[in-house]
């Protein structure tokens, strides 16, 4: 059996500040593919902990972060 992560509290606290260089940055990878708007408007709600998209942000992230190690 594994164990639960506090994700979404890393990513209001600890990870906050890679959310924002990665995902918020106006020159992500994602935005190829992704609204900017909508990858703002997921996070904006996650930091004051008025929504938990901590998943969701994790997978944008690790995206982006493959998406610049392995991209053209």
């Known amino acids: 059996m594994g164990f639960g992560i506090p ?4 990513l209001r606290t600890e990870w ?3 959310v924002e260089e990665r995902l918020l940055d106006p ?3 994602l935005y ?5 708007e909508a990858v703002r408007s997921i996070a904006e709600q996650h930091f ?7 998943h969701q942000l ?4 690790t995206l ?5 190690r392995h991209g053209n």
């Open 7 to 10: 994700l979404p509290k890393w």
């Open 16 to 18: 906050r500040a890679a």
């Open 27 to 29: 020159k992500a990878r």
């Open 32 to 36: 190829e593919w992704l609204r900017p």
């Open 48 to 54: 004051p902990a008025t929504a938990d998209h901590g």
């Open 58 to 61: 994790w997978a944008l992230l």
């Open 64 to 68: 982006e972060t493959w998406m610049d």
